[in-house]
């Protein structure tokens, strides 16, 4: 049985330049999906797949990540004074436990390979989960659920991946296909960071979610940097499958993209519709704006 999954590296470094001004201030992951902030949302799969300590890679203007996972006291004190029970119960039922949760700084902008190297030492000698906020896995159970099933069964490492139509391969890293496992897994045979689509293994991206070895800091450290003139995890990765094995997890469920705008909207139409206590006023609302 291999070592479980209890640790989860969260990289929440970037500018989300491209919600500006809403990000002027206020980091991209802190934008809502209906009334939960992306990182949340990224914790609660997390938190769902057994992980108990979630490690945020932050930068400057990060630190209302950190606050929100924190105890708000007079907020707390406030609820229940007003009697609001609901709302202290959603407030506590989302707070880390003491000590799960721990955040260290990417000083430089140098790739997201990089950001998780900065995580090294908070991560130790175990395997980890490393997700990445801006997209959004939507599915039940959740993306590292699905994985963590084919991990207890092999062990070695572990990607999330999907199928994307052929001409945005080169928006993403790409794998190779090779022996099939089951329905839903594959052995990963090559790896491609934004490849042209004539180069293109196949069209399946990493979408956004890895079960990785600790192995995989040695592989990050001896890199230069590839793509982009950064660091690149998937390059460490393609390093790292010389000496380990690499699986492919097909996701079942529905990926958004929130690292871009109209991901970023449909993520919210998506998760408004599937709440109850919202989604029939939602769903009159939206289908009357879609006439109009
Ligand atoms: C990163 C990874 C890439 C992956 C993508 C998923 O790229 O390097 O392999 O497919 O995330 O969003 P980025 O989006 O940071 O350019």
Same mark, same amino acid.
């Given at each position: ?70 105890? &708000?006291? %007079? ?5 229940? @004074? ?6 202290? /119960? !959603?407030?506590?039922? $989302? ?117 990785? &070895?600790? %192995? ?5 450290? @001896? ?6 003139? /950064? !660091?690149?995890?998937? $390059? ?57």
């Amino acid at each position: 049985m291999p070592r479980p999954i209890k640790t989860a590296v969260f990289p929440v470094a970037g500018l989300g330049t491209r919600f500006l001004p809403a990000t002027k201030a206020m980091p991209k992951e802190m934008l809502t999906i209906v009334d939960r902030p992306v990182i949340q949302v990224a914790v609660d799969e997390a938190r769902e797949a057994g992980v108990e300590h979630f490690v945020f890679v932050t930068g400057r203007n990060k630190g209302v990540i950190e606050d929100h996972f924190d105890k &708000q006291f %007079e907020l707390e004190e406030t609820l229940a @004074a007003r009697g609001k029970n609901e709302q202290l /119960e !959603i407030l506590a039922s $989302d707070l880390p436990q003491a000590g799960q949760a721990s955040f260290t700084r990417q000083q430089e902008p140098l790739g997201l390979g990089h950001a998780v190297w900065c995580a090294r030492k908070l991560v130790g000698d175990e395997p980890f989960a490393l997700v990445l906020p801006d997209m959004l896995m939507k599915g039940a159970p959740g993306c590292l659920s699905q994985m963590t099933a084919t991990y207890e069964e092999r062990g070695g490492n572990i990607i999330a991946v999907e199928e994307v139509p052929h001409d945005q391969v080169s928006n993403y890293g790409i794998v190779g296909v090779g022996e099939t496992l089951s329905d839903t897994a594959f052995s990963i045979n090559e790896m491609v960071e934004k490849p042209a689509q004539n180069e293109a293994p196949s069209n399946y991206i990493i979408s956004g979610r890895y079960i990785l &070895q600790p %192995e995989v800091f040695a592989e990050i450290e @001896a890199q230069k940097p590839g793509a982009g003139g /950064e !660091i690149q995890i998937t $390059d460490a990765m393609i390093r790292l499958m010389a000496h380990q094995s690499f699986y492919g997890v097909k996701f079942d469920g529905t990926t958004f993209d929130c690292g871009n705008k109209v991901g970023f909207l449909m993520a919210n139409v998506a998760y408004g519709l599937d709440r109850p206590d919202i989604e029939p006023e939602f769903r009159e609302a939206l289908n009357a704006l879609l006439k109009s």
